[in-house]
């Protein structure tokens, strides 16, 4: 069982946006391209990935960094970014969220999309993010969070077949997917197996993502214990008002 969030990214790197097209796709794009436009301000995304979510946002000329763990998937993430105009290229940076490499009141806006704290799966690593986060915004700078309400919902199950199509490679590529619940520690647990047919070479990755449920109310408690404070809540991404069945929680807070 992983016991970090950041556990099994590295080896997910070659499939994120093969698996990613078939489930968010691009459906938060323009939700978080207009927050980021209309605030124009230095932005930095944590856990940028393989900047499925950072290129279409330094197409807008906002100035944008971008922040991973994982060196696999900052590598997609440069092959990306270098189809951009070079005054629109933004950095990348390898570092942990938790310890930011950057000086205090640097940015504006700080953003954490699609699920990335609940990869946090305990309070010190919270804590430790939102507190950095607080200390590279500016005083009235924004932090934005993008959670996945759903996740306590999900059945268990193993070895389901969840996708199978062509790679970017040309080869046949299947997903099988298995589901483990901890209700006591909040947590669902995927272990994936990805495996990629090309001619008569076939390749095997298994790993396993760990992530935590993250109620509303729990968040903003965190958040005002570093100066934080929530100003709006969406639930999808068109901009909807919360609800019990909503697609994301979509949160905004502002820096006191």
Not at 134 to 148: E, M, N, Y
């Amino acid at each position: 069982m992983a016991t970090e969030g950041w556990e099994g990214w590295d080896a997910y790197a070659d499939f994120y946006d093969w698996e990613n097209a078939r489930t968010l796709g691009r459906r938060d794009v323009a939700f978080w391209r207009g927050i980021v436009r209309d605030l124009n301000v230095p932005t930095l995304e944590l856990g940028c990935g393989t900047g499925r979510l950072l290129s279409p946002l330094a197409r807008t000329g906002v100035p944008m960094v971008g922040l991973d763990r994982s060196a696999a998937m900052l590598a997609y993430a440069r092959r990306r970014l270098a189809r951009l105009p070079r005054a629109v290229r933004p950095p990348l940076v390898r570092g942990d969220m938790r310890h930011l490499p950057f000086r205090r009141a640097r940015f504006g806006m700080v953003l954490a999309a699609y699920g990335l704290t609940q990869s946090l799966v305990n309070d010190v690593d919270l804590d430790g993010m939102l507190a950095e986060i607080a200390r590279v915004l500016r005083r009235g700078g924004i932090a934005a969070f993008d959670l996945v309400p759903d996740l306590p919902a999900w059945d268990e199950y193993r070895d389901r077949l969840i996708f199978r199509g062509r790679s970017r490679r040309g080869g046949r590529i299947t997903l099988t997917e298995s589901v483990r619940q901890h209700p006591r520690r909040g947590v669902t647990i995927f272990d994936d197996e990805f495996v990629e047919a090309r001619g008569r070479r076939v390749e095997r990755r298994r790993f396993t993502l760990t992530f935590r449920t993250i109620p509303l109310d729990y968040l903003r408690v965190h958040l005002e214990k570093v100066g934080l404070r929530i100003i709006a809540c969406y639930g999808d991404y068109r901009g909807g008002p919360l609800r019990p069945d909503a697609d994301a929680w979509l949160v905004l807070a502002r820096k006191r």
